[in-house]
Structure formats: structure tokens, C-alpha cells
């Protein structure tokens, strides 16, 4: 092989990766505005896009556009494995603690239940108490951050059909799960009032990988008695700020 055929073979797989990209950050893009968005000529683009769907990459939608295919959850499932999310976050969890004088944890969701991977807990006497490897419903306090980012026919599958109650003040109707779920896609961050433990209120706000998919979520845990509105507030801004922090170092800065 002459430098020649190789820097076209280079060439190639430079131009599928970016047609990738494009498709990730727009779902059901269309043939003409990825080669106007990365200003190639439809016959390139539109090889590239065959090679993607042949190794399972792309798949095309119903109107004619591209989204990201099953081959790429194979490929996101390894990464999430191989990226050490517990140490990236770790010392943003000891900072955040730091700053609000409350328990810190890092969630991930296992099939129907977030799992606790990590924690930092202040000095203080009065605190919640965090256990790594405590399992949560996704359902119900701050763990339905990692429900409410997912598509809506997999929330519809992680719901139970009879919620268990662990508080007065636990959703246990499927159609008010929903309309929370919502709520916190909107918003960017869940707030939680005694849901899971009457005396315990929550803040919590999930780390995203490039292109919107959660990774897992963070919170804050008090205890209510000494938690007012203007401490809630102050929570929104650091958790979604200290989320946001982790996200953009597993994406790279991205």
C-alpha cells in the first residue's frame, strides 16, 4: 500500500467519524444536511453512511433520516466500563460536600435501581448517613434524576405497575410518576421532600455523556428541619454545577 491509498483509507474514516457525530448530536438528520453541515459532496456522505448501517453504526427512520444504531450502545456499554467515573468524581463530591456541610453520593442506575458507588459525608455530628452499595427505587426521591432522562418507553418499563410506599409523601401512581419525570427533564435537577426517609429532603441533578445520555447523578442529602428555601436554591446551583463539572470530564471538555 502506497502513502497515497493510505491517507484516502485515513481520509474516509475521518469523514464516517464525523458523519457519527453529526448523527448523535441530531437525531433523524437527513442525508443533505450532513453533507451541507460538513460541507461534502451527498456521494461521499452517503457512502459513508451505507458502511455505518452495514456494521449495524446508523439505521434509518421511518421519515428518511439517520439516527445512531445498536452497534453504539455495544461501543457506549464498553466505555462506560473502561472510564473511571468514581475517581473523575470523587474529589468534585469532597469539594461539593465541602461547601454545603452535607452528605454528597454518586448514583448510577442498575436495571431498576440506583446504586450508590460513592459518598462524602461532612464532620458534622447530625448527617445523613450514606452506604455504598445501597440501592434505591429509581421511581421515588432524588433517584428519579436517572429515571427522568431516559427515553420515555424504558421509564415506562423501570415503573413498576404497583410502586411500594416508603413515606406518605412517595409516588406510588404511575401517571403522577410520569408527570414528575417531566418536570425534572425540564428543569435539569430534581428536588425531593421526604420521599424515600420522611425527615430527609434531597437535591439532585444527573451527569450526562456527550449527546444526552445519563451516566449516573449526584445529590445532596439534609436533614428537613434544617433546610430551608434559600439552602435549597444555593443546592440547585452547586449539584447542577458540580453534574455539569463531571459530565464535561467524561466527555473531554467537550
Given at each position: 500500500?502506497?502513502?497515497?491509498?493510505d491517507?484516502?483509507?485515513?481520509?474516509?474514516?475521518?469523514?464516517?467519524?464525523?458523519v457519527?457525530?453529526?448523527?448523535a448530536?441530531?437525531?433523524?438528520?437527513?442525508?443533505?444536511?450532513?453533507?451541507?453541515?460538513?460541507?461534502?459532496?451527498?456521494?461521499?456522505i452517503?457512502?459513508?453512511?451505507?458502511?455505518?448501517?452495514?456494521?449495524s453504526?446508523?439505521?434509518?427512520?421511518?421519515?428518511?433520516?439517520?439516527?445512531?444504531?445498536?452497534?453504539?450502545?455495544?461501543?457506549?456499554?464498553?466505555?462506560?466500563?473502561?472510564?473511571?467515573?468514581?475517581?473523575?468524581?470523587?474529589?468534585?463530591?469532597?469539594?461539593?460536600?465541602?461547601?454545603?456541610?452535607?452528605?454528597?453520593?454518586?448514583?448510577?442506575?442498575?436495571?431498576?435501581?440506583?446504586?450508590?458507588?460513592?459518598?462524602?459525608?461532612?464532620?458534622?455530628?447530625?448527617r445523613?448517613?450514606?452506604?455504598?452499595?445501597?440501592?434505591?427505587?429509581?421511581?421515588?426521591?432524588?433517584?428519579?434524576?436517572?429515571?427522568?432522562?431516559?427515553?420515555?418507553e424504558?421509564?415506562a418499563?423501570l415503573?413498576?405497575?404497583r410502586?411500594?410506599?416508603?413515606?406518605?409523601?412517595?409516588?406510588?401512581?404511575?401517571?403522577?410518576?410520569?408527570?414528575?419525570?417531566?418536570?425534572?427533564?425540564e428543569?435539569?435537577?430534581?428536588?425531593?421532600?421526604?420521599?424515600?426517609?420522611?425527615?430527609?429532603?434531597?437535591?439532585?441533578?444527573?451527569?450526562?455523556?456527550?449527546?444526552?445520555?445519563?451516566?449516573?447523578?449526584?445529590?445532596?442529602?439534609a436533614?428537613?428541619?434544617?433546610?430551608?428555601?434559600?439552602?435549597l436554591?444555593?443546592?440547585?446551583?452547586?449539584?447542577?454545577?458540580?453534574?455539569?463539572?463531571?459530565?464535561?470530564g467524561?466527555?473531554g471538555?467537550r
Amino acid at each position: 500500500m502506497n502513502p497515497e491509498e493510505d491517507l484516502q483509507i485515513l481520509q474516509s474514516v475521518d469523514l464516517s467519524i464525523s458523519v457519527l457525530m453529526e448523527i448523535a448530536k441530531h437525531a433523524d438528520i437527513r442525508l443533505t444536511e450532513i453533507a451541507q453541515n460538513l460541507g461534502e459532496t451527498k456521494p461521499r456522505i452517503l457512502r459513508s453512511l451505507r458502511t455505518l448501517k452495514h456494521r449495524s453504526f446508523v439505521q434509518r427512520t421511518e421519515s428518511g433520516g439517520y439516527r445512531l444504531g445498536n452497534a453504539i450502545l455495544v461501543l457506549g456499554t464498553a466505555a462506560s466500563t473502561q472510564i473511571d467515573l468514581v475517581k473523575l468524581a470523587s474529589p468534585i463530591l469532597e469539594s461539593l460536600s465541602q461547601k454545603v456541610n452535607e452528605t454528597v453520593q454518586l448514583r448510577i442506575r442498575d436495571h431498576a435501581e440506583a446504586l450508590c458507588i460513592a459518598k462524602f459525608e461532612p464532620s458534622r455530628d447530625l448527617r445523613v448517613h450514606a452506604v455504598v452499595g445501597r440501592r434505591r427505587p429509581l421511581y421515588a426521591g432524588s433517584s428519579k434524576v436517572l429515571l427522568a432522562f431516559l427515553p420515555e418507553e424504558l421509564q415506562a418499563e423501570l415503573i413498576p405497575g404497583r410502586p411500594d410506599r416508603m413515606t406518605p409523601r412517595t409516588p406510588v401512581d404511575r401517571a403522577r410518576i410520569l408527570v414528575e419525570l417531566r418536570r425534572v427533564r425540564e428543569a435539569g435537577y430534581c428536588i425531593s421532600h421526604g420521599e424515600v426517609s420522611e425527615q430527609l429532603v434531597s437535591v439532585a441533578a444527573p451527569i450526562l455523556a456527550f449527546g444526552g445520555s445519563v451516566i449516573g447523578g449526584i445529590n445532596i442529602a439534609a436533614p428537613a428541619f434544617r433546610t430551608q428555601q434559600a439552602d435549597l436554591d444555593r443546592y440547585v446551583a452547586l449539584v447542577t454545577a458540580a453534574a455539569r463539572e463531571i459530565s464535561e470530564g467524561l466527555s473531554g471538555g467537550r
